[in-house]
C-alpha cells in the first residue's frame, strides 16, 4: 500500500509546479504594478483637480489633498496629508463638502460647515445622553431627575431639528455652487 504523499510526489510534475510558480509571481508583479499606478494618476488627478472626489476604497474618499474615513456608523474622520487629523463630522456629505471649500474655494463656507456639523453631532450625543439618564432615573424611581431629563429632551431635539434644518440648508446651497467647476 502507498502512502498518498509518496504518491503526489512521484507521479507530480515538477515544471508544471515551476510554471505555476512562475505565473503567480507575474501576477502578483502585475497587480502591484497596477496598484502604484493607478495611485499616482489619482494623485495626479486630484493635484489638477482639487473638487475631485474619488472612492478609493470601502468608505473611504479622496477630496483633493483631503482623504475622508468612516470611523464607525455615524462618524467620519477628514485627513490632510500624512494622515494627520483635520476634524471629525456627523455628516459624510458635510465632510466632502468641508473638503472641497479647503481646497481654496471659500474657506469661511467650511468652517462654517465644519461648526454647524459639530453642533448637531453635540445635540445627538446629548439626546443620547438624556434618553439614558431618563431610562435609568425610570428604572430607580427618581422622578424628579426623570422629569428634569425629560424636560432636557425636549429642549434638546427641539435644538437638533433647528441645526439640522441649518446644516441641511447649507449643504444643499452647497450643491448648487458648482464648487468642483471652480479654481483655487
Known amino acids: 500500500m502507498k502512502t498518498d504523499v509518496s504518491f503526489i510526489t512521484k507521479n507530480s510534475d515538477v515544471g508544471r509546479i515551476e510554471k505555476i510558480a512562475a505565473g503567480q509571481a507575474l501576477v502578483g508583479f502585475f497587480i502591484s504594478y497596477l496598484e502604484n499606478w493607478s495611485r499616482r494618476e489619482l494623485t495626479e488627478l486630484l493635484a489638477k483637480n482639487p473638487g475631485l472626489c474619488a472612492n478609493i476604497g470601502k468608505n473611504q474618499y479622496r477630496v483633493g ?99 439640522q434644518e441649518e446644516l441641511k440648508k447649507t449643504l444643499s446651497v452647497a450643491k448648487y455652487n458648482k464648487v468642483w467647476d471652480r479654481k483655487p
Open 65 to 163: 489633498r483631503y482623504k475622508i474615513v468612516r470611523l464607525n456608523n455615524n462618524m467620519w474622520r477628514v485627513l490632510l496629508h500624512g494622515d494627520e487629523a483635520d476634524g471629525d463630522f456627523y455628516d459624510r456629505a458635510s465632510a466632502v463638502f468641508y473638503c472641497m471649500y479647503m481646497g481654496g474655494v471659500n474657506v469661511a463656507r467650511a468652517i462654517n460647515i465644519k461648526e454647524l456639523d459639530a453642533r448637531v453631532c453635540k445635540l445627538i450625543v446629548d439626546l443620547e445622553r438624556y434618553e439614558h439618564t431618563y431610562n435609568q432615573s425610570c428604572k430607580k424611581k427618581d422622578w424628579f431627575r426623570a422629569d428634569l431629563a425629560k424636560t432636557r429632551i425636549k429642549e434638546t431635539k427641539i435644538s437638533l431639528s433647528y441645526a
